[in-house]
């Protein structure tokens, strides 16, 4: 049975982004193949931004503001 697109939450999208579990990677290739974009809410979207700030990450908000572009982000 194939399922659906899903809504990411914060914590899945941040394990995506941070590229350590090679599971989650493997998930999100394999969903990316079928629904062809990420969806997750504009409050998920804040979340990743807020962290990437506080930790002075631009490069990685910058990725991350293009990863935004190219996915359905719900407001």
């Known amino acids: 049975m194939s399922s ?16 350590r579990d090679p599971g989650v990677l493997q998930r999100a290739r394999e969903y990316l193949s079928t629904h062809e974009r990420f ?6 979207r804040y979340e990743i ?16 503001e ?5 996915s359905l982000v719900f407001h």
């Open 4 to 19: 659906g697109p899903r809504l990411l939450d914060t914590v899945t999208l941040s394990d995506v982004i941070k590229g």
């Open 39 to 44: 969806q997750f809410s504009i409050i998920t």
């Open 49 to 64: 931004l807020r962290g990437l700030k506080a930790k002075n990450a631009f490069r990685q908000v910058e990725q991350f």
């Open 66 to 70: 293009e990863q935004c572009r190219t």
